[in-house]
T-cell receptor
């Protein structure tokens, strides 16, 4: 699986958009970008994933550059409860029988300030 | 929304004792996983399980570890003879078939004394 690079930490003001970058310059054509977050003392929580098109769900938006070498997770209106470690993970999208483990890096600690 | 449930939330065990960590995956999920996270470190993959057998395991998952799906709902991780270095948060995850993402439980904190 391709390796990812994320900033160690970021700050964001409550109510503002949080934009979390991720570099994955060695991503291959069949690899998806997944985002998870881990709020203190809880299990990783799935946020969103995408291949090459931008994606949006009720939690966040995912913007993937045209060359797919980087992506940005956007939390449009950050709240204090969004303070967490955010993980960008690149993984081959499984097809039927494969199991695909997730390889977590150190992620980005996002701190949302009042 | 359905959740992955793990029990107990905290387990304290003497070194050398056996411990069983329990998980109830989401009901229509077919793939099951265990991960662990030592305090202050990354989340690490331990094992994946599908169709009643182990699909993949990491170097951490040695002969002291085993997994089982004893009935249609539970998924367990057993450590036969615990060591101090087994102290960690253990997370269970599950997913449906196809390209669906894994969903995690909130973990069991295992403390070995």
């Amino acid at each position: 699986d391709a390796k990812t690079t994320q900033p160690t930490s970021m700050d964001c003001a409550e109510g503002r958009a949080a934009n979390l970058p991720c570099n994955h310059s060695t991503i291959s054509g069949n690899e998806y970008v997944y985002w998870y977050r881990q709020i203190h003392s809880q299990g990783p929580q799935y946020i969103i994933h995408g291949l090459k098109n931008n994606e949006t769900n009720e939690m966040a938006s995912l913007i993937i550059t045209e060359d797919r070498k980087s992506s940005t997770l956007i939390l449009p209106h950050a709240t204090l409860r969004d303070t967490a470690v955010y993980y960008c993970i690149v993984r081959v999208k499984d097809s039927g029988g494969s199991n695909y483990k997730l390889t977590f890096g150190k992620g980005t600690l996002l701190t949302v300030n009042p | 929304e359905p959740e992955v449930t793990q029990t107990p939330s905290h387990q304290v065990t003497q070194m050398g004792q056996e411990v069983i960590l329990r998980c109830v995956p989401i009901s229509n999920h077919l793939y099951f996983y265990w991960y662990r996270q030592i305090l202050g470190q990354k989340v690490e993959f331990l094992v994946s399980f599908y169709n009643n057998e182990i699909s993949e395991k990491s170097e951490i998952f040695d002969d002291q570890f085993s997994v089982e799906r004893p009935d249609g709902s539970n998924f367990t991780l057993k450590i036969r003879s615990t060591k101090l270095e087994d102290s960690a948060m253990y997370f269970c995850a599950s997913r449906r078939q196809g390209g669906q993402p894994q969903h995690f439980g909130d973990g069991t904190r295992l403390s070995i004394l």
